[in-house]
């Protein structure tokens, strides 16, 4: 993969919140986008704390809701990669940064060394990290064959999505548990169980 960890970790946490912040269905059932409490437990589940983080966590219902409405901007960039619409992917992408207001800047980190964020110095917890995700596809979109890496799965009745930094970027699914299924139900329909 041409990513770095930095980049990889930020597609990561792009769909986790795409997956944890937007309605639709999972691995064959409907999925209902958390409310309340249950929100902000989503958010951190799928952005957790990691110790090069210069932004504050500040539970509000209003960062989670901000949050949930860049994951359903997000969302539009990995269908229309999936349809093969990279202008819409590339629009898409573009009103993430601007929305976002991204800006590359470089912060010394802990151990003194010089890090590369996409976020203000004073950005809230929500601003950065959609920032920092937004960031991340715009490299990845802007990547050219890379692009190819982003996915929403194929399984029947599952619309989560993936970023595939494998080797050989052949994944279509976003999970093991949507391979399996697909793979028992080609299984029993060549046996003709039903």
Same mark, same amino acid.
């Given at each position: 993969?041409?990513?770095?960890?930095?980049?990889?970790?930020?597609?990561?946490? &792009?769909?986790?919140?795409?997956?944890? $912040?937007? *309605?639709?269905? +999972? /691995?064959? #059932?409907?999925?209902?986008?958390?409310? @309340? %409490?249950?929100?902000?437990?989503?958010?951190?589940?799928?952005?957790?704390?990691?110790?090069?983080?210069?932004?504050?966590?500040?539970?509000?219902?209003?960062?989670?809701?901000?949050?949930?409405?860049?994951?359903?901007?997000?969302?539009?960039?990995?269908?229309?990669?999936?349809?093969?619409?990279?202008?819409?992917? &590339?629009?898409?992408?573009?009103?993430? $940064?601007? *929305?976002?207001? +991204? /800006?590359? #800047?470089?912060?010394?980190?802990?151990? @003194? %060394?010089?890090?590369?964020?996409?976020?203000?110095?004073?950005?809230?917890?929500?601003?950065?990290?959609?920032?920092?995700?937004?960031?991340?596809?715009?490299?990845?979109?802007?990547?050219?064959?890379?692009?190819?890496?982003?996915?929403?799965?194929?399984?029947?009745?599952?619309?989560?999505?993936?970023?595939?930094?494998?080797?050989?970027?052949?994944?279509?699914?976003?999970?093991?548990?949507?391979?399996? #299924?697909?793979?028992?139900?080609?299984?029993? %329909?060549?046996?003709?169980?039903?």
């Amino acid at each position: 993969m041409v990513f770095d960890s930095h980049v990889v970790t930020r597609l990561e946490h &792009a769909v986790a919140l795409v997956n944890a $912040l937007t *309605e639709g269905e +999972a /691995r064959g #059932r409907p999925y209902v986008v958390p409310t @309340g %409490a249950e929100r902000w437990a989503a958010v951190e589940a799928a952005v957790p704390q990691d110790g090069g983080s210069a932004l504050a966590r500040v539970e509000t219902a209003g960062a989670a809701d901000r949050l949930a409405d860049t994951a359903r901007r997000m969302r539009v960039v990995f269908e229309a990669v999936a349809a093969g619409e990279l202008d819409a992917a &590339a629009d898409g992408v573009n009103l993430l $940064l601007r *929305e976002t207001s +991204a /800006r590359p #800047r470089l912060d010394r980190g802990d151990a @003194g %060394a010089w890090r590369l964020h996409f976020h203000g110095a004073n950005d809230s917890f929500a601003s950065g990290v959609g920032a920092s995700c937004a960031t991340a596809l715009a490299m990845v979109v802007g990547g050219g064959a890379l692009v190819e890496r982003l996915g929403v799965c194929t399984a029947e009745r599952c619309d989560r999505v993936y970023v595939d930094v494998s080797r050989n970027g052949a994944r279509r699914f976003c999970s093991v548990g949507c391979q399996n #299924r697909v793979k028992a139900a080609t299984f029993r %329909a060549r046996r003709g169980v039903g």
